[in-house]
């Protein structure tokens, strides 16, 4: 008896249609249950086969030795630790060479810094020099960085200072009555007076028989401006 003759007499049975259908639902579940077990199976099959092939690869390209997929596994094992272990090695350069490199790069603008710094203390001497004026004083007064001093000669070899803000230039005397009016006697502190002559020097020596060098004018220039070293008088 095939299944349909078997379904046949089933329905001639009372109930039958009710039967036959609880049949069918069974089977139709059983073939479905089927269906989704073969599919799953081929897919699984499949990705085990993605996985092998990416495996494989991975093999390859690190060199993996060994007769089977154990052998391979530790040899691709070995090889992966040694090649981290050399990564970090080479991490760890690369840091103390940034750390190396940044310090050389602030030691360098450190350097630059006090270069800058030196540079416009040199200028500040020779302007102070050429005006007559108090070079610590006019330190002071040029902390804006907005301002500069440029000293230029003439023809006639006399030297003309002069402060330059941007575009504008001005003397620096005139300048300093504009801006610093309040600070012009400790700016120009022999201005209001006459300032004593250097000592002259004999030309045959001194009355000791010891020749006398010539004064250095940047120290006679200090003296007599009054704002070199004080001598400590005693009462």
Known sequence: ??????????????????LISAIKGR?????EEKRRAVSSSSTERDRASQLENIVDQIFKLTGAEGDNPVAKTQSFTNKYNSLLSE????????SSLEAAKNAAEQAKNEAETKL?????NIKVTEAAIASKANPNVLKKLLTDNQLSLEVSTAEDNSKQVLVVKGEE???LTEFAQS???DFLPSLFPSSGST??????????????????ENPDPVKSYIAASGYGLKTKTTG
Request: aromatic letters at 4%.
């Open 1 to 18: 008896m095939d299944y349909a003759e078997a379904l046949r007499q089933i329905e001639s049975l009372e109930n039958g249609n009710e």
């Open 27 to 31: 089977v139709d579940g059983i073939l």
């Open 87 to 94: 990564s970090n090695n080479n991490q760890k350069t690369i």
């Open 116 to 120: 800058i710094e030196a540079d416009r």
């Open 169 to 171: 230039k001005l003397p």
């Open 179 to 181: 801006n610093w009016a």
């Open 195 to 212: 300032p004593p002559k250097p000592p002259s020097v004999l030309p045959g020596g001194s009355p000791g028989g010891q020749k006398k």
